[in-house]
């Protein structure tokens, strides 16, 4: 029985990862659950899964799931309550399937306690990835990629040495507005961002799809799930979302991962891994897909990408400026507060004022994502 912890159950992978693990109840135990503010689903969970602690954003959350629920689960709420769901329970395995850099130090403080990482919060390792992998290695914990690209690079790699890859490459929907122009993205709104062609995924994804940043992000995860330089790390777009990435060898083979669009594949492969097992998703028929396309990406039209490279290759603390500042203005425009273009804008903009720290410890990396997150507030 594989014991495990889900931070952000309630959201799109949090809840298919419930999903995968209803599929296999006498493979795992659900041991801890932290969830935001859906207390109406965080009580469903709580009856079918029978977590021993469960965590909610704040302290009046907490107070009305202790009145609605009827199990002995421990209540908690807030970042106390989040380091305990990731580091305070018998979980060998810890799904960080919270959005945003708010899920660093709940993932430190799992890697800490020897948790292994499914790991889906993206932001955390582009926030972070020196301190997040370095701890990794000490304490032997393993990051299990879910986020669909890195899951399939994984499976390629299937152990492969670093020196036998050539590149990697990242395939990308082109999110929402892919057929678009850039003179037609400027009066879009934020209904039309939200309509991902492939994924139906949480806001904040579905828009860093929509901006490339999304891709921008995962290049930098990559860089630090795999150990490789930008130079080796390539991004294709792929308006089918069927190869969810490859890995072209020194021989010049290439090694893909094809699928459905499911989440609970990788989720799943991460949630068994090394193992494979049977999933409820529907079969990819490559004779009813017909045929795939590949576009070569544009970096005049996804500013954001070619952004998220640059701070990458500068690194030290400029991936957490690049982060924070694009959680910051993708919040401000699913307020309606900015334009769709204003995102990449205000990104330029924070990363612009900003020096470099080299190698900055929590403290100067929490200090700089306050600092980004202010600057992109106060930014018109
Ligand atoms: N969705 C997808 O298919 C994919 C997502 N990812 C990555 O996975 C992560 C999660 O994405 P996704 O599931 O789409 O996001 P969602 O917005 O659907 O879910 C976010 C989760 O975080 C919880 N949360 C938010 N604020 C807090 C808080 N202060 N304390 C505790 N929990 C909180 C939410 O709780 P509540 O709703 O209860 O408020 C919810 O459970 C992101 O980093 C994303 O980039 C990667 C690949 C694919
Ligand atoms: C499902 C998943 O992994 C998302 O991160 C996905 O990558 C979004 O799609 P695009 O970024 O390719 O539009
Ligand atoms: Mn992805």
């Given amino acids: 029985m ?5 931070l952000g159950s309630t959201g799109s992978i949090g809840t298919q990862t419930l999903d995968v693990i209803s599929h296999y109840p006498e493979r795992f135990e659900v041991e801890g659950l932290a969830g935001g503010y859906n207390i109406p689903l965080l009580i469903e969970q709580i009856e079918r899964f029978r977590p021993r602690k469960v965590s909610v954003a704040t302290k009046e959350a907490a107070e009305q799931l202790r009145t609605a629920v009827k199990s002995d689960v421990q209540v908690l709420h807030g970042e106390e309550g989040l380091h305990e769901i990731a580091a305070g329970t018998d979980a060998e395995l810890v799904v960080t ?36 992998t370095e701890l990794a290695k000490r304490r032997g914990v393993a990051l299990l990629p879910v986020d669909s690209e890195h899951s399939a690079i994984f499976q390629c790699l299937n152990g492969e040495s670093r020196d036998r890859v050539h590149k990697i490459t990242l395939t990308a929907s082109g999110g929402s507005f892919r057929d678009r122009t850039r003179d037609e993205l400027t009066h879009v709104t934020v209904e039309d961002a939200l309509k991902h062609p492939n994924w139906s995924m949480g806001a904040k994804v579905t828009i860093d799809s929509a901006t490339m940043a999304n ?121 309606g507060e900015i334009s769709f273009l204003a995102i990449e804008e205000l990104i330029a903009k924070v990363m612009d004022k900003h020096s470099p720290v080299p190698a900055p410890d929590l403290s100067a990396i929490s200090e700089i994502d306050r600092w980004a997150r202010q600057e992109v507030r106060s930014l018109h």
């Avoid at 594989?2 to 889900?6: D, G, T």
């Avoid at 930008?230 to 294709?236: A, C, G, K, R, S």
């Fill in 97 to 132: 399937a919270i959005v945003g850099s708010q899920g660093l130090k709940p993932t430190l403080a799992a890697i800490d306690a020897g948790k292994h990482i499914g790991i889906a919060n993206k932001e955390t390792l582009v926030s972070a990835g020196h301190l997040v």
């Fill in 215 to 335: 891709k921008g992000l995962e290049v930098i995860e990559a860089h630090w799930l795999f150990g490789l330089p930008y130079d080796q790390i390539e991004v294709l777009i792929h308006p089918e979302s069927i190869i969810h990435s490859f890995v072209e060898f020194v021989d010049y083979s290439i090694i893909a991962q094809l699928g459905m669009p499911d989440m609970r594949v990788p989720i799943q492969y991460a949630l068994t891994y090394p193992d494979r097992m049977a999933t409820p998703s529907e079969r990819l028929r490559l004779s009813d897909v017909g045929k795939l396309q590949f576009r070569e990406m544009d970096f005049d039209r996804y500013p954001c990408l070619r952004m998220a490279y640059e701070s990458g290759r500068t690194g030290g603390s400029m991936p957490t400026v690049y982060n924070a500042a694009n959680e910051v203005a993708v919040e401000r425009f699913l307020k």
């Fill in 2 to 6: 594989k014991k495990v912890s889900i």
